[in-house]
């Protein structure tokens, strides 16, 4: 199956900072999905993104599927943007099963 | 449209019982997928059911097994607990057709926290 990686683990910033997260995935996808997980543990759905770039107000997202690669933007962050994020691909050989990278904790600090 | 709902929300359960998870998908969605999260082993998917039939299954023991009924809700079963199985349990559910294939969004619902004590 494919792998994917996310970077960074970890990322901490001020209030109001902009910031980009990234995926790579080992293999082409038919599908990429960002995540981010509520503190109670819920995925709140993001982008479906398996080819070119959205926008959902201070978010967007970018998926370049010919270089295997997707990025997320936050930006103006607020405290509420807290918590962690997750990517997750799905190819043609792995039918339904998204396949999830290890996420970014993201701390928004006021 | 209602989203995914999952019941109960918390359970704690002994090491050697059994357990149930119940899963309703958003309306017309006849697929429906569950993972495993654990702080170690992050997320991990199990299994997948269209029209009442596994179609796909993840690398878990025997033990860890769903069904689903003709309206699409969906159940797994663990049975002799261990304290490894505890975890948060997502359902996930997709307007996957008979065809499947990935490239179906996929929407969660809020999850069960099992505790194996």
């Known amino acids: 199956g494919i792998q994917v990686e996310q970077s960074p683990p970890d990322l901490i910033l001020q209030e109001g900072a902009n910031s980009t997260l990234r995926c790579n995935f080992s293999d082409s996808v038919n599908n990429l999905q960002w995540f981010h997980q509520n503190p109670w543990g819920q995925l709140i759905n993001l982008f479906y993104i398996p080819s070119g770039t959205k926008q959902n107000g201070r978010l967007s997202a970018t998926t370049v599927a010919t270089e295997r690669y997707s990025l997320l933007y936050i930006s103006s962050s607020q405290t509420t943007d807290s918590g962690v994020y997750f990517c997750?691909?799905?190819?043609?050989?792995?039918?339904?099963?998204?396949?999830f990278g290890t996420g970014t904790r993201l701390t928004i600090i006021p | 449209k209602a989203g995914v709902t999952q019941t109960p929300r918390y359970l704690i359960k002994t090491r050697g019982q059994q357990v149930t998870l119940s899963c309703s998908p958003i309306s017309g969605h006849r697929s429906v997928s569950w993972y495993q999260q654990t702080p170690g082993q992050g997320l991990q998917f199990l299994f997948e059911?269209?029209?009442?039939?596994?179609?796909n299954k993840g690398n878990f023991p025997g033990r860890f097994s769903g069904r689903q009924f003709s309206n699409s809700r969906s159940e797994m079963n663990v049975s002799t607990l261990e304290l490894g199985d505890s975890a948060l349990y997502l359902c996930?559910?997709?307007?996957?057709?008979?065809?499947?294939?990935?490239?179906?969004?996929?929407?969660f619902g809020p999850g069960t926290r099992l505790t194996v004590t």
């Open positions: 997750a691909g799905a190819s043609n050989f792995g039918n339904e099963k998204l396949t």
């Open positions: 059911y269209f029209s009442e039939t596994q179609r």
């Open positions: 996930a559910s997709s307007s996957a057709g008979t065809s499947g294939g990935p490239s179906y969004e996929q929407y």
